[in-house]
């Protein structure tokens, strides 16, 4: 599979008063054709800042891109001007947002917001966009296709405005599409049906997926790779075979030791104690040290680098060898 995006030390802050709080720190990841990657972590942990920077659109809000670059079929997306990056969102790049309620403008009926992307990028006549809109509220699996197209988002189950959402975005055959957290707000059976309906969309135009969830269940239904994201920094990256049989990174272990199991006697359920850190009060060394059962005294100084390992990574020092810290490398047991 050729590379399709390749995100390189990418770094993004959100501005508070006259300083900057960093909220992703250096990343780096690929996503090659035909893939469906996921991006895993806690809420705080920069799954939603990332794909806003890969496609630009924080200039809403107080982010800003300080550094990086980010990749797509050999063009530096943060180099484009506001104009052409217009062009690279809906035809090239789209994205699925959280809550399709509020993606959605209530005043318009869903024919006329699917046909206007159509008509933008798919240089289609009014008749040629109702029916190609047409099409793809069928393909998404939405009956009464024709009557949809004149009703208003309110009209709509959430199932069903999510699927006029996913209807939307891939109705200009993008590369890449970008997922953010698309069956949130969805009970469990129609949860199922979205992400099959994603998985078969993938399977019929070979589009790449970047699928940004905190559902670990989700990722193991769907993806063929996980990044697993932790105070805007990936601590761990492998298949998603290799990050459920061995989990590296002691938050990963601890993300999927909180799944239930069933069939388990287990009166209480797993959890990792403590939160997220907040941007402005970032720990020294290690950012998950002061949550983590494996603290060694080297972890609590020094943050480790990002080691590969072959096609995995991971972002601890229990994976790195220590040289400069000696006989301080040791596990501090009386922090439990």
């Known amino acids: ?39 895993v972590g806690e809420s705080g942990s920069g799954k939603s800042v990332t794909s806003l920077s890969i496609m630009r659109l924080l200039h809403d809000t107080p982010g800003e891109i300080m550094s990086g670059e980010v990749i797509y079929k050999g063009v530096d997306l943060l180099a484009q001007s506001e104009s052409k990056m217009r062009k690279y969102r809906g035809k090239e790049l789209a994205m699925i947002f959280q809550e399709p309620m509020t993606s959605l403008n209530p005043v318009l009926k869903i024919g006329k917001q699917l046909m206007e992307i159509i008509t933008l990028h798919m240089k289609m006549s009014k008749r040629e966009a109702k029916a190609h809109g047409i099409k793809m509220l069928e393909l998404v699996g939405i ?27 891939i109705s200009c055959n993008p590369s890449l599409l970008i997922a953010d957290e698309p069956t949130t707000a969805l009970d469990v059976t129609i949860q199922a049906q979205i992400l099959n309906l994603l998985k078969e969309i993938q399977e019929k135009t070979q589009m790449g997926i970047l699928l940004i969830t905190h559902d670990l ?38 993300l999927i030791a909180s799944i239930p199991k069933i069939g388990s006697n287990q009166k209480k359920l797993n959890s990792i104690r403590g939160t997220v850190p907040n941007p402005s009060d970032m720990p020294n060394g290690c950012k998950f040290a002061p949550r983590c059962s494996k603290v060694m005294e080297v972890c609590l100084e020094k943050e480790p680098d990002l080691l590969s390992m072959g096609r995995r990574a991971s972002r601890c020092w229990l994976e790195t060898e220590i040289e400069d810290f000696g006989e301080e490398v040791s596990v501090c047991q009386e922090r439990y």
């Not at 250096?26 to 893939?35: T, V």
């Not at 492998?238 to 989990?247: I, V």
């Open 1 to 39: 599979m050729s590379k399709m995006l390749e995100v390189k030390n990418l770094k993004t802050g959100f501005r508070k008063e006259e300083h900057i709080q960093m909220i992703i720190s250096g990343i780096d990841f690929e996503i090659h054709e035909g893939e469906i990657v996921g991006l």
């Open 143 to 169: 009956p009464r296709a024709k009557d949809i197209m004149e009703e208003y988002p309110h009209q709509l189950s959430g199932g069903m405005r999510q699927r006029v959402m996913i209807a939307m975005q």
């Open 217 to 254: 269940g989700v990722v193991a239904e769907v993806c063929d790779r996980v990044i697993v994201m932790y105070a805007g920094r990936i601590v761990e990256e492998a298949t998603t075979e290799e990050l459920f049989e061995n989990p590296r990174h002691p938050y990963t272990q601890g």
